[in-house]
């Protein structure tokens, strides 16, 4: 029994308006869907455009008709032909993603261990400490991503797409990520916030810092005043704009192992961003607490002081939550 091929050949077709995703997601119709596995859930994929992989997103779409025997077609964003360089109606590839083996998974589990050269680096008791530190270190990730999970399902965390690109002189030893002002409003976060980088469905913390070259943006006001204010899914800008493009250091990126540019994602770490927000929250409340707790000849103190508690990590919640945008028109 043949497998079904696991990569299609496709023509690109302009988004849809009423849909333009803040990740890297394209569309495809049902029977293409098929091809590559995709049912009612998203999958990563690679899309190769001009011999240059880009990990993406491939969603099914039933408004994305096809002809009987014609090429398949693919619904690509403006932002995503802009960042791969791909041109309507162009022939791209799109290959499904297969899932790490387990020799890649201890690969990796290994590789969440710095060993310094200076160390040993082989023998039977080097290697069983650490794949002992490595699982360690995995079981702490996993408690982490449990609680960042729960965290973000209350306070909502965006994720946008960036295309990345080298980082500045003096930012590759570190673990810092520069972004436009506006990129990180958008996030949701401050210079100096971790955040989540994430390329291919591997995902490491970084630290946002802000970028401080803002040439072109001159320019890009120019372009979007002559294409109007209403800026149309057809009409292309020649440039990416600054605002989605990120300066990526290479020890951020062979930790990931990605290529200087391509495709990445990032939202921000609820965890960091709570836990900012209690610490400088912590010492008033509890003079607050303290304050109740000292009333004379009150019984209810303990509950007033518990009240006051409760209270006050729910304006901590509230003010670290980033607001749903609602649909249709408001009021």
Same mark, same amino acid.
């Given at each position: 029994?043949?497998?079904?091929?696991?990569?299609?050949?496709?023509?690109?077709?302009?988004?849809?308006?009423?849909?333009?995703?803040?990740?890297?997601?394209?569309?495809?119709?049902?029977?293409?869907?098929?091809?590559?596995?995709?049912?009612?859930?998203?999958?990563?994929?690679?899309?190769?455009?001009?011999?240059?992989?880009?990990?993406?997103?491939?969603?099914?779409?039933?408004?994305?008709?096809?002809?009987?025997?014609?090429?398949?077609?693919?619904?690509?964003?403006?932002?995503?032909?802009?960042?791969?360089?791909?041109?309507?109606?162009?022939?791209?590839?799109?290959?499904?993603?297969?899932?790490?083996?387990?020799?890649?998974?201890?690969?990796?589990?290994?590789?969440?261990?710095?060993?310094?050269?200076s160390w040993r680096q082989a023998g039977p008791l080097v290697n069983v400490m650490v794949l002992v530190l490595g699982l360690s270190l995995l079981i702490i990730r996993r408690f982490h991503h449990l609680v960042e999970f729960l965290l973000r399902a209350i306070l909502r965390a965006p994720?946008f797409c960036f295309m990345s690109t080298k980082a500045y002189q003096g930012d590759d030893p570190l673990d810092v990520v520069r972004v436009h002002r506006a990129a990180a409003q958008a996030l949701g976060v401050t210079p100096g916030t971790q955040a989540l980088l994430s390329w291919r469905?591997?995902?490491?913390?970084?630290?946002?810092?802000?970028?401080?070259?803002?040439?072109?943006?001159?320019?890009?006001?120019?372009?979007?005043?002559?294409?109007?204010?209403?800026?149309?899914?057809?009409?292309?800008?020649?440039?990416?704009?600054?605002?989605? &493009?990120?300066? *990526?250091? #290479? %020890?951020?990126? $062979?930790?990931?192992?990605? !290529?200087?540019?391509?495709?990445?994602?990032?939202?921000?770490? &609820?965890?960091? *961003?709570? #836990? %900012?927000?209690? $610490?400088?929250?912590?010492? !008033?409340?509890?003079?607050?607490?303290?304050?109740?707790?000292?009333?004379?000849?009150?019984?209810? %103190?303990?509950?007033?002081?518990?009240?006051?508690?409760?209270?006050?990590?729910?304006?901590?919640?509230?003010?670290?939550?980033?607001?749903?945008?609602?649909?249709?028109?408001?009021?």
């Amino acid at each position: 029994m043949t497998s079904r091929p696991a990569f299609v050949k496709a023509t690109v077709i302009v988004g849809r308006k009423a849909e333009v995703p803040a990740r890297a997601v394209l569309s495809v119709s049902p029977s293409t869907a098929a091809i590559l596995g995709i049912g009612m859930f998203r999958r990563r994929c690679d899309l190769e455009v001009n011999g240059t992989e880009f990990s993406v997103i491939v969603s099914r779409s039933y408004s994305t008709s096809e002809k009987a025997n014609a090429t398949p077609r693919v619904r690509m964003p403006l932002v995503i032909r802009l960042m791969t360089g791909a041109r309507l109606d162009s022939i791209v590839s799109i290959r499904r993603t297969e899932r790490r083996s387990s020799s890649k998974w201890w690969s990796d589990v290994k590789g969440r261990v710095h060993w310094p050269d200076s160390w040993r680096q082989a023998g039977p008791l080097v290697n069983v400490m650490v794949l002992v530190l490595g699982l360690s270190l995995l079981i702490i990730r996993r408690f982490h991503h449990l609680v960042e999970f729960l965290l973000r399902a209350i306070l909502r965390a965006p994720t946008f797409c960036f295309m990345s690109t080298k980082a500045y002189q003096g930012d590759d030893p570190l673990d810092v990520v520069r972004v436009h002002r506006a990129a990180a409003q958008a996030l949701g976060v401050t210079p100096g916030t971790q955040a989540l980088l994430s390329w291919r469905g591997r995902t490491t913390l970084v630290t946002i810092v802000e970028a401080f070259d803002l040439s072109g943006m001159d320019d890009l006001v120019n372009q979007i005043r002559d294409v109007g204010s209403v800026h149309n899914v057809e009409d292309g800008l020649s440039k990416l704009p600054q605002t989605l &493009v990120v300066h *990526v250091g #290479s %020890r951020v990126r $062979a930790q990931l192992g990605m !290529p200087p540019d391509t495709i990445v994602e990032i939202r921000r770490s &609820v965890t960091s *961003v709570v #836990s %900012r927000q209690l $610490a400088s929250f912590v010492f !008033p409340l509890t003079a607050a607490m303290i304050s109740v707790v000292g009333l004379p000849d009150n019984r209810f %103190r303990w509950w007033i002081a518990s009240g006051v508690g409760v209270a006050g990590m729910v304006f901590v919640l509230g003010s670290s939550r980033i607001p749903r945008r609602s649909y249709g028109l408001w009021p």
